[in-house]
């Protein structure tokens, strides 16, 4: 988030607003930020002048919701720093991970698509995130005069179909330790440091949150992890895994 950025923080319900000082906050801040993200690189300067005037930023402390189920869909929610996940609880309170968002991530998307209240949760997980809010009716009117935004929409959700679908699969066809490797081994390639021949994987997951994105129990997860730093396969904190060889990881 750029330096000149100065904010007041204000609890409200169950996340946290941030609010800029309006002698320091400009529209340039927050067109540099919508900049940031792919998905908007097909808009216009005046495209994204209209953008930022509905548009503001949100701080969410740890183990806050952004939404919770039967909240209204009036936003669209860009991650810019942070970690989120989303999902659902069932009527015992089992909790069940759909996916798990890093920085350049939009969700909340089913609200461009008529519904009227979100059926999944968004919680944070890292010390904090910080995002990006556009109202969806402006979002709506540019994607109704921009054929390349509406591409890069689809073919976001595309993705995440594609995603969701190998999940479904592994859930199918792996065992609960293959799961849990390939969970590491995804999380890794896609967010993890090269350290020297060794890979670093920094997170804000529990292992409880591990279990609940792959289909199997804390114990297993705990089993798996300890097998692998037997082996010396890798070395694990609390919030950090280090992978000694990723071609070699089973």
Known sequence: MPDSFCVYVIECNYYVIMRFETDTITDMDLQDLIKE???FS??????ISRLTSNSRIKVFKKNRYVFRPGDDCHYLYFLIDGTIKVGCSSTDGREVIKTILHPRALFGEESLFGHQVFNDFAKVISSEVTLLVIRVDE??????TNIDLNFNIFNLIGKKLKKTE???ESLIFNDARTRIINFIKENAKNFGR???FEMLLKHSLTQQDIANYTGTSRQTVTSVLNDLKKS???YFKRKSILIRDMATLS
């Open 194 to 196: 090269q350290v020297g």
């Open 139 to 144: 979002f709506r009117n540019l994607m109704a």
């Open 42 to 47: 097909p808009l216009s300067e005046n495209e």
């Open 166 to 168: 190998n999940r479904l």
């Open 37 to 39: 993200f792919p998905i």
């Open 232 to 234: 010396n396969q890798i």
